[in-house]
């Protein structure tokens, strides 16, 4: 049986012969645990940053793609409050609660992506179904390519469909920005929006450049010329959330003395420019000053390497990824061995016009 495949790109229908033949697995597994064909699946797909590295918290630029890896949530509505959910990737591992009292569980820490959508959808007045669903998918766990974004921004859209609130009631936007707050008041992770921002507004053959300040964004053509190489360095991300928030908490507070050093407001990095990072070169120097230089030049970089892709130039859009990834291992300090070899070996190979570590850092992939 065919069932009606739903992704971020509301309402879009999939050829079901090119979807992943894990639809087929996923609809006769949830027709045996609930006794009944899902209604709809809903599709999110994991994303990779070509480039724009910790710049989304500091209201800068990001130049993301989506993945052809997604995650899939086989759905049917119920006529109680009650979400019932099954998670392949986590060995069937199950969940249920109740929409009328969404709380987190942290002997199920998957659920709570799907349990903060839940409740941020709520908090911000929507009227939600239960529903049964099954999620399945294949963007590597723990990898850095935003499986965790995927899983919300689907959650997000199974609820909404299934309550009968799309697209009419939220738009992708507001989908983006519901499941941002599920991460950051529910899960608990500061992370910027770029994340569940593509997720939801991927446009297929473009990478999407996004101001993460007033969410306006542009659909960037990938130059047919060109391959985009995702490679694992298969090293898990330890320290992660703890140098995230120590990063965050230095960016915010080099802004804030640059905007006294300068005189003027500054409400992120986003309001400095190079020249004016450089004129209090003598003030703000050491730790402080590398981070700020990283994220006011990769806002610049960013913005060069759309006028690069639009204008088919791979060689220069490499030396700006190239440029990312130095930075971000010298200024920014998120890199680690592992990745640095990787993008070692990938600058040395014939055809490679650049690479640079991607996402948070300290492990995950390299993009090239
Ligand atoms: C993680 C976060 C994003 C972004 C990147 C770094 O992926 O979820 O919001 O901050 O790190 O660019």
């Known amino acids: 049986m065919l069932v009606g495949l739903i992704q971020s790109r509301w309402m879009e229908r999939l050829d079901m012969a090119n979807a992943s033949p894990l639809l087929d697995t996923l609809q006769s597994q949830f027709s045996n645990l609930y006794r009944a064909p899902p ?91 239960g529903c049964d669903l099954v999620i399945a998918g294949d963007v590597p766990i723990g990898a850095g390519l935003s499986s965790s974004a995927a899983l919300e921004v689907a959650a997000a ?66 130059p047919r010329s060109v391959s985009i190489v995702v490679c694992n360095s298969m090293k898990s991300r330890g320290l992660v959330e703890s140098a995230y928030n120590e990063r965050q908490a230095e960016c915010d507070a080099a802004a804030q003395r640059l905007g006294e050093l300068l005189g003027k407001p500054v409400k992120a990095l986003r309001d400095i420019s190079l020249a004016e990072l450089e004129s209090k070169a003598k003030e703000l120097t050491g730790t402080l000053a590398r981070r700020a230089r990283h994220v006011i030049s990769e806002n610049q970089r960013v913005l060069d390497a759309v006028r690069n892709m639009r204008e088919n130039k791979a060689a220069a859009m490499g030396a700006l990824m190239n440029a990312s990834h130095a930075s971000l291992r010298d200024d920014f300090e998120v890199c680690c061995d592992e990745l640095d070899a990787l993008v070692e070996i990938a600058i040395a190979q014939y055809g490679c016009w650049g690479a640079r570590l991607t996402g948070a850092g300290f492990g995950g992939c390299t993009v090239n």
């Not at 999110?44 to 990001?62: K, M, Q, S, W």
């Not at 569980?105 to 659920?111: I, N, R, T, V, Y």
């Not at 903060?116 to 911000?124: D, K």
């Not at 697209?167 to 920005?177: C, D, G, H, Q, T």
């Open 157 to 222: 859209m199974a609820l909404c469909v299934g309550a009968g609130l799309v697209p009419v009631r939220l738009s992708r936007v507001e989908i983006a920005r519901v499941c941002q707050r599920a991460e950051n008041e529910f899960v608990g992770v500061q992370s910027g929006i770029m994340d569940q921002f593509v997720s939801a507004l991927a446009r297929a053959g473009h990478a999407l450049r996004l101001d993460c300040r007033d969410l306006t964004y542009e659909y960037v053509p990938i």
């Open 39 to 129: 209604s709809f699946i809903a599709r999110a797909p994991g994303r990779v940053n070509l480039i724009g590295e910790h710049t989304d918290y500091n209201d800068g630029f990001v130049l993301p793609i989506a993945l052809d890896r997604a995650v899939y949530l086989a759905a049917r509505p119920r006529a109680d409050r009650t979400v019932r959910v099954v998670a392949r990737d986590f060995a069937g591992a199950r969940a249920e609660f109740s929409l009328d009292a969404i709380t987190r569980d942290d002997k199920s820490a998957w659920s709570n992506y799907l349990r903060g959508v839940a409740w941020a959808l709520e908090q911000r007045g929507a009227r939600l179904r």
